[in-house]
């Protein structure tokens, strides 16, 4: 029996759009794509198979689908700890941070619970971006580092976290004296004071400090408020005695000296009569006193105007493993 030639046709396209489909069957069934379904066991070692080969990008998909396909299993809250992990290796930071969070979220009290704060704060850190640039990240990233050492001090995480943050604190004192050195550059003196400012009083053990006060130096002599700068050398020359930045602020100060106090006239009384308790002095002689001795560019002074030093122990340097 002859078949007709239109419904030939139509089995023949018929049997051409099978041919894929049944090739996708095949190769569905035969590979490790994570919608498949199967047992905690196998999905979880094949992520970390996938792992252990740096496909970081399908480890992290595999570890989600243990915990979607069983999230009542002991595997699932492994597997949201090894997913966050393995987003940050393929430098996904934000599902890194997601992931760790939502493991904090349900496990707060977990052993592993230090670990997925250190992934969090890691994450933020390796986003960090330079000077010049906006930094929200890098202050998220400290927020997250203090964030882990207040909440587990003792673990080996915040050791690593406590050298990070005073390379987070020196990086976010760049980031005003950046500011700073443009406002200078463009004679806007008052708010160049107020960056450098800044770094003496919040960020006075990083390595910007020196610069700082010779820069304090700077924009006091363009004010004309010699005598601040002549503390600014003084702390300068106390902390940094033989730095360049230093030699500059002296040679600085040099060049615009602090004016003397004017003597006393003789005969002016030094206490004035009729304070309780005091008996009015005069000067002897005609001559009046000596005119005091301003103070020397070189004079120990701490460190800014809040009191604080330079210096401290140095932080533990072992990175923890994962």
Known sequence: MRIPQSKALAAALIAVLALPVAGCARNRAKSDLPYVARDVGT??????????????KEAAVLFDEVERQHPYSIWARRAQLMSAFSY????????????????????????DAPYAYYLVALSYYEQIRDVTRDQKITR?????????????????????????????????????????????????????????????DKFQTTTHTPEALMRLTESYLAVGLPDEAQKATAVLGANYPGSDWYNHAYELMQKHPVKPVAPIPAGQP??????????????????????????????????????GTTGGPVPSTETPTS
């Open 140 to 200: 998220q990233a400290l927020d997250a580092l203090g964030e882990l050492t207040r909440r587990y001090p003792n673990t080996r995480y915040a050791s690593d976290a406590r050298l990070k943050i005073d390379l987070v604190n020196d990086h976010l004192a760049g980031k005003e004296m950046e500011v700073g050195r443009f406002y200078e550059t463009r004679g806007q003196w008052l708010a160049a004071t107020l960056r450098f400012r800044t770094v003496i």
């Open 88 to 111: 940050y290796l393929n430098k996904d930071y934000t599902q890194s941070i997601q992931s760790a969070q939502r493991f904090l979220s349900v496990h707060p009290g977990n052993r």
């Open 270 to 307: 030094i206490i004035p009569a009729g304070t309780p308790g005091a008996k009015a002095q005069t000067l002897p002689g005609e001559s009046g006193t000596a005119t005091p001795k301003a103070e020397a560019p070189g004079a120990p002074t701490p460190v800014g105007t809040t009191g």
């Open 43 to 56: 999905l979880y070692s094949t992520a970390r198979k996938r792992l252990d080969q740096g496909r970081y």
